[in-house]
């Protein structure tokens, strides 16, 4: 089993990632974890690590590209392991879940992936009070809700076997600043396998805490934004390449233009060739979608003209339509965990209380 985590100034927090691996009650695994050049202690921290556990293999980003997809991408080609899990660096997982992730990869040796169940917390996984998504969805396949912005499992929710990857090619975008598990998990639907879910309780733990930033942060910056919607017209290329984009058109629409509202909103503007990216999106008929693609022209329009007062007004009722509208049949399904989940995980984690 190896075990693959992209890091990048975690001084702080990556030991207790570490510590959840050390305290598995399986223990035939390896952690490759590759550094994207850390300007804090990382490397001083990983190091004593790293020399007091043999299964710790630490590397270095090395080349022009960063980011977590490059670091991934060194550790998937220096892995050992048959399984693979992509793990980020504040995230935490119980001990049990290599075990039983390991035990169902071997029972059922036709599977390519297994998806567990996720949670976030805060402090300890013992707070854990939401779900990171409903893994199974009556009517709504993973590929639609994926492209409908609603992503089913998170990075550190599957395990891969590695043969999966290495034959159809799966890689993390090295360009992508954004949403890039979003992107791997929609071609690896897309490139088909077999994808087997664990519904039970959360085996992975996904932190949200003011106190740390995450990996999410600046979700919202103009560059992930636009880079984003670079990855929504590749992502749709490609999809029709292989199968055409029939109903999935309308969600990758939707995904596409949040984003470019968005965009608006921190920037005030644009790029005119994302706002053709989205009509490229729009199917003939789809007079709603056409509607707002002028909408969003004229916002530009505006933008160029500096009508700062107008524009305000603009953004403020192009919100009104295309938030409250446009997206009113959008579905999320993270859910609280109640409280027989709640005392199950308490009790599995030896908490007391």
Known sequence: MSVIMPVYNRAEIVGEAVLSLQ???????????????????????????????????????????????????????????????????????PHWCLEERVLLMQEHPETDALISNGAFFREHPSDASKFWNKLTVEGKPDLERFLDGDPVWQTSGATWRKLFLTGKQLAFNEFAKSSQDWEFHVHALLKGGSFKKNDVLPDYFVRRSD???????????????????????????????????????????????????????????????????????????????????????????????????????????????????????????????????SDELVKRLHIQG
């Not at 804090?40 to 990983?46: M, R, S």
């Not at 997809?69 to 220096?78: P, Q, Y």
């Not at 919607?229 to 992502?235: F, H, N, S, T």
């Open 23 to 93: 305290h598995q009650t399986f223990e035939n695994w390896e952690l490759l974890v590759v550094d994207d050049i850390s300007s804090d202690n990382t490397p001083e921290v990983l190091g004593r690590l790293a020399a007091k556990d043999s299964r710790i293999r630490y590397f270095q980003r090395q080349g022009v590209l960063k980011g977590a997809s490059v670091c991934r991408n060194i550790g998937l080609s220096e892995s050992r392991g048959d399984l693979v899990i992509f793990l980020d660096s504040d995230d935490v997982l």
């Open 211 to 341: 106190k740390v930033d995450t990996i999410s942060v600046n979700h919202l910056s103009t560059e992930k934004i636009e880079n984003r919607l670079q990855l929504y017209i590749e992502v749709s290329q490609y999809h029709e390449s292989l199968m055409g984009l029939t109903a999935n058109r309308n969600k990758l629409q939707r995904r596409f233009l949040k984003d470019i509202y968005l965009s608006q909103l921190v920037n005030n503007r644009i790029d005119s060739a994302k706002i053709e990216g989205f009509r490229n999106l729009v199917r003939p008929g789809d007079r709603k979608s056409q509607l707002i693609y002028s909408i969003l022209k004229f916002g530009n329009s505006l933008q160029q003209m500096k009508s700062g007062i107008i524009f305000k007004i603009y953004r403020k009722l192009a919100g009104l339509f295309i938030l409250e509208k446009y997206f009113e049949n959008a579905s999320f399904y993270r859910s609280p965990i109640g409280s027989e989940v």
